[in-house]
């Protein structure tokens, strides 16, 4: 799993923001995107968090970004440019552990 926080800032604090935030990921340059919905974390209401399934595409390479829908109609995205600029997660394997004889 790969764990990502998001934190919303807004003006002026410490009203939390009213927002749905949703963190998309797909296998590299296919298919569709997979919406996971992030939780709040914390007591303020502006710190989201989610736990992208890294094997979810076989081990393989994978993309997300991520989008804020705020009450009054307006979405962020992250990265930005997104949903047609991406973030991308390389997935590689680790050191094989030695084999005891």
Request: net charge neutral.
């Amino acid at each position: 799993m790969m764990q990502l926080s998001v934190s919303i800032l807004s003006v002026p604090q410490p009203l939390p923001l009213r927002v749905s935030v949703t963190a998309f990921h797909r296998p590299l340059g296919q298919g569709k995107w997979i919406p996971v919905p992030m939780s709040v974390h914390g007591t303020q209401g502006q710190v989201y968090r989610v736990s992208l399934p890294v094997d979810a595409h076989g081990g393989e390479d994978f993309e997300y970004y991520i989008r804020a829908d705020l009450v009054e109609g307006t979405s962020l995205y992250w990265p930005p440019g997104a949903p047609e600029r991406t973030q991308t997660v390389v997935v590689m394997g680790g050191p094989e552990a030695p084999k005891m004889s």
